[in-house]
């Protein structure tokens, strides 16, 4: 059971009601739970919201490789909310099942599963969330696949995703009931 109660978001003040739902334009289907519960503090909802909205759609990063690097973070952080709603929108956006699994499993990146970008971005979030600092080795093998701009996104999300899970964690969230993982 959550240890905060999600709060109602037709009732957030001005100017944020309105920054909320801007921010919101486009989005389809129930409310979620983490924004109802980030809701408490209206300006950080606002500006949450936004930073998500950025990471999803106003960056370089393929959005399968995206999906790898969140599922990761949120596999490792032991972040069930993130990791269930990241695995239904990874099997959106073309990651196939075998790779879903082997994050989840912690598997070996020597395997065929995946290839050698994918390798790289997982083990960039692999060695930021375990350590914080990465490996010169692991920093270049990134590097070669992606330019400044796209590492500072990969960097970002793993930022992003961290966050998210020490929140949803810390509040234990519960998962909206109308949520089922494909």
């Given at each position: 059971m959550a240890r905060i109660d999600p709060a109602d978001l037709d009732q957030l003040p001005e100017p944020h009601k309105s920054a909320y739902a801007e921010a919101m334009t486009g989005r389809t289907g129930p409310?979620?739970?983490?924004?109802?519960?980030?809701?408490?503090?209206?300006?950080?909802?606002?500006?949450?919201?936004?930073?998500?909205?950025?990471?999803?759609?106003?960056?370089?990063?393929?959005?399968?490789?995206?999906?790898?690097?969140?599922l990761t973070v949120s596999q490792l952080k032991g972040a069930e909310?993130?990791?269930?709603?990241h695995w239904n929108l990874a099997l959106s956006v073309?990651?196939?099942?075998?790779?879903?699994?082997?994050?989840?499993a912690t598997a070996d990146l020597s395997s065929s599963t995946f290839d050698e970008i994918e390798r790289a971005v997982i083990q960039l979030a692999r060695e930021s969330v375990q350590n914080v600092k990465v490996s010169?080795?692991?920093?270049?093998?990134?590097?070669?696949?992606?330019?400044?701009?796209?590492?500072?996104?990969?960097?970002?999300?793993?930022?992003?995703?961290?966050?998210t899970a020490h929140f949803t964690e810390a509040v234990e969230m519960d998962i909206e009931p109308w949520f089922e993982r494909r």
């Open positions: 409310r979620i739970h983490i924004h109802s519960t980030v809701g408490h503090s209206p300006g950080v909802l606002v500006r949450f919201v936004e930073m998500a909205n950025e990471l999803r759609n106003g960056t370089l990063l393929e959005p399968r490789l995206r999906e790898l690097v969140i909310y993130e990791f269930g709603k073309g990651v196939p099942r075998a790779q879903l699994e082997a994050i989840e010169d080795g692991t920093w270049a093998s990134a590097a070669r696949h992606f330019d400044d701009r796209v590492l500072v996104e990969i960097i970002m999300h793993i930022g992003m995703y961290s966050m």
